[in-house]
């Protein structure tokens, strides 16, 4: 599950590590929830570029965008399975740029959050799928997107029983390429295999991301020892 993340790195920065050109300014932003429009990456006329995208899919089918908040994530395993995703998987697939997503660990009534992030907060992105739904009184179209999630590998599985599918830049270039391109098939049995990703820490954080409205880069800071569970 990915409910919630982050992204503060500027557009110079995404935009290199991206291989995009002309990327538009970004605020920062420290506590990304479902609804709200996100920076995404795909392609256009076989160039990168990046494009604002509502978390939550919509497939072109649905009678009203509020399937879109049960459609956050969707699971690597079934993609082929379910309508809402399998036109994407094959057609609009997307880069969900990010520098660290929230997981919170812990009995019910003392859940904490914990931010996965990489050691030096560079930016990363999630494997993501779009859609384009058109409402029915003549409004502009909402182009949307969900997170690709997976089984955990040996870090995560501390913090959660699933993770979204993670694509580094600097290590997975050929994975980035095959993703982006919709002309090519996917190798999603290779993909989804949970691996360890050098760099990757966790740190507990402070129970104020639980609230949405709380978006600033105190959210961010780390209570406690990477790698450690909150007390």
Known sequence: MCGRYVLFSSAAEIADAFDVVDVPALP??????????????????????????????????????????????????????????????????????????????????????????????????????????????GAAPIESCTIVTMAPNALAARVHDRMPVILDPRTDGARIEEWLDVARTVDLASL????????????????????VRNDDAACIAPTGPADTLPA
Request: charged fraction near 25%.
């Open 192 to 211: 989804r295999v949970p691996r360890d990703i050098a760099g990757l820490r966790f740190f507990p954080v402070d129970r104020r991301v639980g609230n």
């Open 28 to 137: 920062a932003r420290y506590n990304v929830a479902p609804t709200t429009e996100v920076p995404c990456v795909r392609l256009h006329e076989g160039r990168r570029c990046v494009v604002p995208l509502r978390w939550g899919l919509i497939p072109s089918w649905a009678k009203d965008p509020s399937i879109g908040t049960r459609l956050i994530n969707a699971r690597i395993e079934t993609l082929f399975e379910k309508n809402a995703f399998k036109t994407s998987l094959q057609k609009r697939r997307c880069l969900v740029v990010s520098n660290g997503f929230y997981e919170w660990v812990g009995p019910a009534r003392a859940r904490r959050p914990v931010l996965v992030r990489f050691d030096d907060a560079r930016p990363f992105a999630y494997a993501g799928l779009w859609a384009r739904w058109q409402p029915n009184d």
